[in-house]
């Protein structure tokens, strides 16, 4: 269960623009020595010169910056590790725009070109005084190809035995193809479209995959499932291609061992069958997909942890207490609800909030809360509006106090919560939806 | 300004591995989930304290002696086993609890590249230890609720230093006899070092099951681990042993931290092992509330799996963390059973009758 051990380069440079074509030249020969394609990885060095050339601009000589390149298998992860100051992270929301006349903020194109040219923006505050930057870049696979395979209803006769074990590459890859065969494209997600990448995220050590086999070997089904990534896990399945409920059963409870000694305190599907699995899971609540054609899916979230609940404290805002109380109440969930309101200290000018997308769905979560937080939150609804994603997603984090002042914004701007996800975060995370994206229930 | 984050300071086996986080005492778990009173049902510890004769030598216990440091070595205590056991005093080390001699037979045999043998579903902190030491824990899946002999000895290879078996198995009882341990010993040859785990060999009546101790002399290769933890009532003050040859012992000895047990542990367990009273006792309890739990889990349609030693597994039709939520409001706490790679069981300590119907009342209300 150990998280496998990447390749990393790292290398420690004195914050003079000097000292670019060193750094460029390590990042770029790094990125395609670990096997990502040309294309991205000039993506990636196109990132990492502006990240470079905003912190040298702002800083001194005498600062030096840390930064590690990693080989996470299916993507590539540079972090800047750098003192702690001034930073306008403004630059990293997606719905930025910078006008060229205005003097003061030309500094910050080099962050938004940034932005957009990496999948994913990390931003660490560490308490010895030091901030950690990391830009990730996906690498590219080829899409699998839907084979004509055939199906294994009668290869598993009711009397014969399953076994449930980790496959190799070839049975990994063989039943990505096999996925769209049996469930629909809304079933499950996109990166069972590239086999090769399952088969890299296995292999990084942050995906786990166990799949069943009768007597012969063929595949009869399977589960893919994240870990050393966060405290409540996500799993994908159990995708079964026969009707015998032992596969999907036997599937779940060799994913519950695999993960009853890990550091995982919860596992969670967002997107499973109502009522089904009852006797191994919770019922989190409900979120609803807006598909293409206008048509509303419910899809329920299901939960369950894996050991002893500890209790824990909240901070929120007062508008959240009724739900969190009614909520807890019905999960069973000890909790100690407290409020956090802003009393008039200072506040962040600026609001940053991240996307993660995910076929139709976007994921926004908040980086700093600020004194545009709500007209921030528009800029970012009306962008994904203008391109035509319907179904928006909000998650709070209940453990981090100064992330309730986002809630009276949230509540405003239309969202409300779909349901509570216990320790996903630093505590537990709300997830929120927003209304107007969800079809008929405007 | 030089960064040097805390990550490049600490071993890959310790970034990848969790601290375990133990429950909260009882007045912080009483108010976290509203209940007034608390059977605590979850660790396996007897019901009926330590025998009599130790609570009274509590009682008593000169304060100004806590100045005082204790036998580095547990002296007299080792003197009183090696007489109870017929061995040599220096055959026995005495831990802070047999936590600690676990580690102490792990530091002793294993280098970098070794790998300790044991079952997957049994006690957790062999396992833990071999691996937040760097070493590899070869986990083999238990067989019919039994520790694998043959699957054991199958993941032998030239790096593998110990054999674990936890006898009679926790959480799930079963235990190997005296012939099935033997043929097993005789099959390693000396070889490895082989652990048996008797935590719970107080709580078996039966005669097929072995006395460990009895077999040293057989096979130097064997360490017998034993704890005043759970039938001697002493939990709360850590105390356990291992006994072995002195050729082995000697060597172990050279991994122990002198000083771990305090003077009160080792007075309390020297007083326990003259009391045979207390074992049938406890032992009496332990069979009359199995028969009461047998019959109420039978009509309430549950599976369980009852053996040896002073707890039971239950499988419910729910996640068990689930049920251990719904249980805690109503003053029942149950161990749960995931994390011994057994979802939706839960673990239960045999407690007095009024325990045992306040769990059975629990149960019903929350199916």
């Not at chain 2, 309390?268 to 003259?274: G, M």
Request: hydrophobic letters at 40%.
């Amino acid at each position: 269960m150990s998280l496998k051990r990447m390749n990393k380069i790292s290398l420690e440079l004195g914050l003079s623009t000097d000292m670019l074509p060193v750094f460029l030249a390590v990042v770029e020969k790094s990125a395609l020595a670990f096997t990502m394609a040309e294309r991205e990885a000039m993506f990636l060095t196109l990132a990492a010169e502006e990240v470079f050339t905003y912190l040298a601009q702002a800083g001194t000589v005498e600062e030096s910056v840390r930064m590690v390149l990693s080989d996470g298998g299916y993507y590539i992860r540079l972090d800047f590790i750098f003192s702690n100051r001034s930073l306008n992270l403004r630059a990293f929301n997606l719905s930025n725009s910078i006008d060229l006349s205005d003097e003061n903020r030309l500094d910050e194109i080099g962050l938004l070109i940034a932005a957009r040219t990496v999948d994913r923006i990390l931003i660490e505050f560490n308490k010895q005084g030091s901030m950690q930057l990391s830009l990730v870049k996906d690498k590219s696979y080829p899409q699998g190809q839907v084979q004509a395979i055939k199906t294994t209803s009668e290869s598993a006769p009711l009397n014969s035995t399953l076994h449930f074990t980790q496959p190799d590459n070839n049975d990994l890859k063989l039943f990505c193809q096999m996925i769209p065969s049996f469930y629909s494209s809304e079933s499950f997600p996109d990166f069972f479209n590239y086999p090769g990448k399952v088969v890299d995220m296995v292999s990084s050590g942050e995906y786990q995959a166990i799949l069943a086999y009768d007597e012969q070997d063929h595949i009869l089904g399977g589960l893919v499932w994240e870990q050393n990534i966060r405290k409540t896990v996500e799993f994908y399945g159990p995708y079964s291609f026969n009707d015998r409920p032992q596969i999907a059963e036997g599937i779940l409870e060799q994913c519950l061992q695999e993960l009853g000694r890990s550091e995982a305190s919860g596992i969670m599907n967002r997107s499973a069958e109502k009522g089904l699995y009852a006797q191994y899971f919770e019922t989190l609540g409900q979120t609803h997909l807006v598909k293409p054609d206008g048509t509303v899916l419910e899809r329920t979230a299901i939960y369950r942890q894996l050991g002893e609940d500890p209790g824990s404290r909240v901070w929120t805002h007062p508008d959240l207490v009724g739900y969190l109380e009614t909520e807890y109440h019905r999960l069973y969930l000890p909790r100690e609800i407290l409020p956090s309101v802003s009393m008039g200290e200072h506040a962040n000018p600026f609001s940053v909030y991240t996307a993660a997308f995910e076929q139709r769905t976007i994921t926004l979560r908040v980086l700093l809360a600020g004194k545009d937080a709500e007209e921030n939150l528009l800029k970012h609804l009306q962008l994904f509006q203008q391109e035509n994603y319907l179904n928006i997603f909000f998650e709070l984090d209940l453990g981090q106090t100064w992330q309730a002042e986002m809630v009276p914004t949230l509540l405003a701007s239309h969202f409300k919560p779909c349901f509570i996800i216990p320790n996903a975060g630093t505590c537990d995370v709300v997830l929120f939806q927003y209304q107007a994206g969800t079809g008929e229930l405007k | 300004m030089t960064i040097n984050p805390l990550e490049t300071l600490v071993p890959s086996y310790i970034n990848t591995f969790n601290a375990y986080i133990p429950s909260k005492p009882d007045p912080e778990l009483k108010k976290l989930f509203g209940c007034s009173t608390l059977y605590r049902l979850n660790n396996n510890e007897n019901p009926l304290g330590p025998p009599p004769a130790v609570q009274e030598m509590l009682s008593r216990f000169s304060p100004p002696r806590a100045a005082i440091y204790p036998s580095g070595d547990s002296y007299y205590l080792r003197e009183k086993l090696a007489e109870k056991f017929k061995l040599h005093p220096d055959q026995i080390l005495v831990g802070n609890g047999a936590n600690e001699v676990i580690t102490f037979v792990i530091k002793a045999f294993c280098e970098a590249g070794d790998n300790i043998i044991t079952a997957d579903k049994t006690f957790a902190v062999y396992e833990w230890v071999a691996i937040f030491s760097g070493y590899e824990a070869r986990l083999v899946p238990l067989k019919e609720f039994s520790f694998d002999d043959e699957a054991m000895l199958a993941q032998v290879d030239e790096r593998s230093k110990i054999f674990f078996v936890c006898n009679p198995n926790n959480p799930t009882g079963t235990y190997w006899n005296h012939d099935k341990l033997c043929a097993f010993l005789d099959r390693v040859d000396g070889r490895q070092i082989v652990v048996i785990d008797e935590a719970y060999c107080e709580f078996v009546d039966k005669e097929d099951f072995p006395d460990g101790i009895a077999l040293i002399d057989r096979y130097p290769n064997l360490v017998i681990f034993r704890t005043f933890s759970k039938m001697y009532g002493l939990a709360g003050l850590r105390i356990g042993y291992l006994a072995g040859s002195l050729e082995v012992v000697n060597i172990i000895r050279r991994t122990c931290v002198v000083y771990s047990v305090n003077t009160l542990a080792q007075e309390a367990a020297i007083l326990a092992l003259e009391d045979s009273n207390h074992i049938e006792h406890t032992r009496q309890l332990v069979h009359e509330e199995k028969a009461y739990l047998h019959r109420e889990l039978t009509r309430l349609g549950l599976s369980f799996v009852m053996n040896e030693g002073n707890y039971l597994m239950v499988r419910l039709p729910m996640s068990d963390t689930l049920a251990y939520r719904k249980l805690m409001p109503k003053g029942v706490m149950v161990r749960t059973m995931t994390g011994f790679r057994f979802p939706n069981y839960i673990r239960i300590t045999i407690a007095p009758h009024e325990a045992m119907e306040a769990f059975i009342r629990g149960l019903e209300a929350i199916l």
